[in-house]
């Protein structure tokens, strides 16, 4: 149990184009996800936090209005990269929380996305 | 916000050799977790930790939250092909549920 899928796996855009990727629970319900990005040979940042029928909450540094967060059911959250720049292009991960409260393990991680902007 | 210091950042070992790799910070952390990530794919727990001074084993994996709290440790015993990969140490944040720290990685490389 705990299977948390993201879609695309990879993506290739041209720069001023938007991204959205997906991000689901499929085992389980979320009512809090998670947006981490990773560069190569970095660690994960924590992006934003999505919780289901309001606002993300972002990180300090992370522009709102270019990493739309959309967290409209308790199994599926987006992300949006808005005119995408090949700045953005790193490894998208998400995270889904199982239950409310409790232990940060049980955080379940998906398997990523790439996005390369050229 | 809080950091996490991990080391080493990459380790080169012969199969069947010990690894031990550590994370330090400079203030308390309530929860140690550490993650192994393989190549294009998202973390994977392997342990997690809640006490200070508690000990905990995975199989081959041994992690213990230090007793300041502000420290933790993970070691492979006999380590096999499979266990290439970075391994990250994580921590809960002080005030914060739900949001993890994560450390910089240690690169496991297994020499043939």
């Known amino acids: 149990g705990a299977v948390v899928s993201q879609h695309p796996s990879w993506v290739i855009c041209k720069s001023g184009t938007s991204v959205k990727i997906e991000c689901r629970s499929l085992?389980?319900?979320?009512?809090?996800m998670f947006w981490y990005r990773q560069f190569p040979k970095q660690s994960l940042m924590l992006m934003a936090t999505?919780?289901?029928?309001?606002?993300?909450?972002?990180e300090q540094g992370v522009e709102k209005d270019k990493f739309l967060i959309n967290h409209a059911s308790l199994t599926l959250s987006t992300l949006t990269v808005t005119s995408a720049h090949p700045e953005d292009s790193s490894f998208y991960i998400c995270?889904?929380?199982?239950?409310?409260?409790?232990?940060?393990?049980?955080?379940?991680f998906g398997p990523g996305t790439r996005l390369l902007v050229l | 916000g809080q950091q996490l210091n991990q080391s080493p950042q990459s380790m080169f070992i012969q199969e069947g050799e010990d690894v031990s790799m550590n994370c330090t910070s400079s203030?308390?952390?309530?929860?140690w977790l550490w993650y192994k990530q393989d190549p294009g794919e998202g973390p994977v727990l392997l342990i997690a930790?809640?006490?200070?001074?508690e000990l905990t084993s995975n199989g081959r994996l041994t992690a213990q939250f230090g007793i300041t709290r502000k420290d933790s440790f993970l070691n492979i015993s006999a380590s096999i092909p499979s266990d290439v990969g970075i391994y990250f140490c994580?921590?809960?944040?002080?005030?914060?549920?739900?949001?993890?720290?994560f450390g910089k990685g240690t690169r496991l490389h297994i020499l043939p």
């Open positions: 995270s889904a929380k199982r239950g409310v409260g409790g232990s940060p393990a049980t955080q379940y």
């Open positions: 085992d389980f319900q979320a009512t809090t």
């Open positions: 999505s919780n289901e029928g309001s606002k993300a909450t972002y």
């Open positions: 203030s308390i952390f309530n929860t």
């Open positions: 930790l809640y006490k200070a001074g």
């Open positions: 994580a921590g809960q944040e002080m005030n914060r549920d739900d949001k993890i720290i």
